[in-house]
């Protein structure tokens, strides 16, 4: 009995050591790993409307089920669990490869918000979004307690300005440590929104080091998983905030002389320069008569755009794959097609694009293609990659109530395929459907999958089911933001007659609906193109 007892023990060892949060530094290993975000930034004089917008795109296997977490108030002495391995769990009360890390006191009261995998808005029209910009190894200290995740959650729990959050992050990180890879998020609201950096402080401390910079009311900005924040004004407080060792641990790494001009990316972005295809390309398209150059060893930080910028326009950059251009995946990938008269006789020969080429090439797929003719798919990391977990698009409009000034423009999978649905700082019921990661398996309940089997059968035949998707992708976005118009009216109305519970109820069947309008289509989709590519593709 004791030998079987000291084998159960043993074992139950063994499953709660497996049943740990994946380390931070074996992230590396992930095929995804530093190309999976992108965000972009739209201050309120650069936009349409006034809205101050931020953006994510979480590109990977990261977890897509969503809910929101109410706002609570707590008794003094309270503390409250900061986590690690969250990020890829099943379902909200999925613990498996989860612990604690630690705690912290608890906030006397905190805010509602949107607890996506990264956590993006609350209910005071703040809102976060991220991308993971990696740096030295050398840097990353597991033993800092907050991971990128959670100090955006208690930010989002807790302020109600960027600004505030910035500095909440900034203490956090010093007094509890910061046990990450390189991040950045990119937060915003109602006024401003900024841009910030963070890296670990190397081994023998587990703090960390960050700057963060303000994108200027009338710029758009772009983070895509490279350091962009080069010269810190020390003096012009309005748009630079950073952490106080921000040099001294520089200079004691040996990351700066002290000598030259500092630059923050180049102290802890180890990058030659701080941009790739997705800078560049969302730049130039919003402020071409710049005419920026994708050789040049910088990029403005931000740039204001040549017109103004709406959320439409941002949704479009998110469906970016460069059709057209000299970085299009597709450009070499042609068929032959012949062109016969009435008797049947050849008269001619037309050269198209292959019906099944698409811009989301696996990589077996580019390395088949390339070794049947050498440099026919060069790669290129797209703005909109089949791999997206989920995106959302944030506009933050202080004319109206915050219930529905905070309007995040969400969607699961492929961003170039997915329509898009809406979710207010007000919200506080999802479709049940969201309740479920789609990540780890086929789970039918999952909302992911509802739109993902449409998607990765269109792709297939890209070129025949490329125009009917984008339509039908048209025909959503049209409907979200006319009936967004007609239920906010409403819904402002019963908040201002100060019929808050009416008011909830209709914002919250307005996204069921939509997403139930959306989840319908795409399964017709799905059928359709069974049906028209049952016998091959």
Same mark, same amino acid.
């Given at each position: 009995?004791?030998?079987?007892?000291?084998?159960? +023990?043993?074992?139950?060892?063994?499953?709660?050591?497996?049943?740990?949060?994946?380390?931070?530094?074996? &992230?590396?290993?992930?095929? +995804?790993?530093?190309?999976?975000?992108?965000?972009?930034?739209?201050?309120?004089?650069?936009?349409?409307?006034?809205?101050?917008?931020?953006?994510? %795109?979480?590109?990977?296997?990261?977890?897509?089920?969503? &809910?929101?977490?109410?706002?609570?108030?707590?008794?003094?002495? %309270?503390?409250?669990?900061?986590?690690?391995?969250?990020?890829?769990?099943?379902?909200?009360?999925?613990?498996?490869?989860?612990?604690?890390?630690?705690?912290?006191?608890?906030?006397?009261?905190?805010?509602?918000?949107?607890? %996506?995998?990264?956590?993006?808005?609350?209910?005071?029209?703040?809102?976060?979004?991220?991308?993971?910009?990696?740096?030295?190894?050398?840097?990353?200290?597991?033993?800092?307690?907050?991971?990128?995740?959670?100090?955006?959650?208690?930010?989002?729990?807790?302020?109600?300005?960027?600004?505030?959050?910035?500095?909440?992050?900034?203490?956090?990180?010093?007094?509890?440590?910061?046990?990450?890879?390189?991040?950045?998020?990119?937060?915003?609201?109602?006024?401003?929104?900024?841009?910030?950096?963070? +890296?670990?402080?190397?081994?023998?401390?587990?703090?960390?080091?960050?700057?963060?910079?303000?994108?200027?009311?009338?710029?758009?900005?772009?983070?895509?998983?490279?350091?962009?924040?080069?010269?810190?004004?020390?003096?012009?407080?309005?748009?630079?905030?950073?952490?106080?060792?921000?040099?001294?641990?520089?200079?004691? !790494?040996?990351?700066?002389?002290?000598?030259?001009?500092?630059?923050?990316?180049?102290?802890?972005?180890?990058?030659?320069?701080?941009?790739?295809?997705?800078?560049?390309?969302?730049?130039?398209?919003?402020?071409?008569?710049?005419?920026?150059?994708?050789?040049?060893?910088?990029?403005?930080?931000?740039?204001?755009?040549?017109?103004?910028?709406?959320?439409?326009?941002?949704?479009?950059?998110?469906?970016?794959?460069?059709?057209?251009?000299?970085?299009?995946?597709?450009?070499? !990938?042609?068929?032959?097609?012949?062109?016969?008269?009435?008797?049947?006789?050849?008269?001619?020969?037309?050269?198209?694009?292959?019906?099944?080429?698409?811009?989301?090439?696996?990589?077996?797929?580019?390395?088949?293609?390339?070794? !049947?003719?050498?440099? %026919?798919?060069?790669?290129?990391?797209?703005?909109?990659?089949?791999?997206?977990?989920?995106?959302?698009?944030?506009?933050?409009?202080?004319?109206?109530?915050?219930?529905?000034?905070?309007?995040?423009?969400?969607?699961?999978?492929?961003?170039?395929?997915?329509?898009?649905?809406?979710?207010?700082?007000?919200?506080?019921?999802?479709?049940?459907?969201?309740?479920?990661?789609? &990540?780890?398996?086929?789970?039918?309940?999952?909302?992911?999958?509802?739109?993902?089997?449409?998607?990765?059968?269109?792709?297939?035949?890209? &070129?025949?089911?490329?125009?009917?998707?984008?339509?039908?992708?048209?025909?959503?976005?049209?409907?979200?933001?006319?009936?967004?118009?007609?239920?906010?009216?409403?819904?402002?109305?019963?908040?201002?007659?100060?019929?808050?519970?009416?008011?909830?109820?209709?914002?919250?069947?307005?996204?069921?609906?939509?997403?139930?309008?959306?989840?319908?289509?795409?399964?017709?989709?799905?059928?359709?193109?069974?049906?028209?590519?049952?016998?091959?593709?």
């Amino acid at each position: 009995m004791k030998k079987l007892l000291m084998v159960f +023990f043993a074992v139950s060892l063994m499953a709660s050591a497996n049943l740990l949060a994946q380390g931070v530094l074996e &992230q590396i290993n992930d095929p +995804f790993f530093g190309e999976s975000c992108t965000s972009i930034m739209v201050g309120k004089k650069a936009s349409t409307d006034g809205s101050v917008i931020t953006s994510h %795109t979480c590109d990977g296997k990261y977890r897509t089920w969503l &809910q929101v977490e109410p706002g609570q108030k707590f008794k003094k002495d %309270t503390t409250t669990k900061v986590y690690k391995g969250s990020l890829k769990t099943e379902t909200a009360w999925d613990r498996r490869k989860m612990n604690v890390a630690g705690t912290i006191p608890q906030a006397k009261e905190t805010y509602a918000y949107l607890n %996506t995998a990264y956590p993006c808005l609350n209910e005071k029209q703040l809102a976060i979004g991220e991308t993971t910009i990696v740096g030295p190894k050398e840097l990353v200290n597991e033993k800092g307690m907050f991971l990128i995740e959670e100090l955006e959650r208690v930010a989002l729990q807790r302020c109600t300005t960027a600004r505030d959050a910035i500095k909440l992050i900034g203490k956090l990180i010093k007094e509890y440590g910061y046990g990450d890879w390189g991040e950045c998020i990119t937060i915003a609201d109602k006024k401003e929104v900024w841009q910030m950096e963070i +890296f670990g402080e190397g081994p023998d401390n587990i703090g960390g080091v960050w700057a963060a910079q303000r994108i200027p009311d009338n710029h758009v900005g772009v983070s895509a998983n490279i350091s962009r924040i080069g010269v810190i004004d020390k003096k012009n407080k309005d748009y630079f905030l950073y952490s106080d060792n921000v040099f001294s641990v520089a200079k004691d !790494l040996k990351r700066w002389d002290g000598k030259e001009e500092f630059k923050f990316w180049k102290a802890y972005g180890k990058v030659d320069k701080p941009f790739k295809i997705r800078e560049f390309f969302i730049l130039n398209a919003l402020a071409p008569s710049l005419k920026l150059d994708f050789e040049a060893d910088e990029l403005p930080f931000s740039v204001k755009p040549d017109k103004k910028v709406s959320v439409r326009d941002v949704i479009a950059l998110y469906r970016e794959t460069y059709e057209g251009t000299k970085y299009d995946m597709t450009q070499n !990938l042609k068929v032959v097609k012949k062109k016969y008269n009435e008797e049947k006789e050849v008269i001619g020969a037309d050269t198209l694009t292959a019906p099944n080429a698409h811009p989301w090439p696996t990589r077996d797929h580019r390395n088949l293609r390339n070794y !049947l003719k050498e440099g %026919t798919i060069e790669y290129q990391r797209t703005v909109a990659v089949a791999w997206c977990s989920y995106s959302h698009i944030i506009q933050l409009r202080e004319w109206l109530p915050n219930e529905i000034g905070g309007r995040a423009w969400f969607s699961f999978d492929n961003p170039a395929q997915s329509p898009r649905i809406p979710i207010y700082s007000g919200t506080t019921v999802l479709p049940e459907s969201f309740n479920y990661c789609g &990540q780890k398996r086929y789970r039918n309940d999952a909302a992911i999958w509802q739109y993902r089997k449409a998607n990765k059968l269109a792709t297939l035949q890209w &070129q025949k089911t490329k125009k009917g998707m984008m339509e039908e992708v048209a025909y959503f976005e049209n409907k979200g933001f006319d009936e967004a118009e007609y239920y906010e009216a409403k819904i402002k109305k019963l908040l201002e007659e100060g019929k808050k519970k009416e008011a909830s109820i209709l914002l919250n069947k307005f996204t069921k609906d939509f997403t139930g309008a959306t989840m319908l289509r795409w399964k017709e989709l799905e059928n359709e193109y069974w049906g028209r590519f049952g016998l091959g593709f």
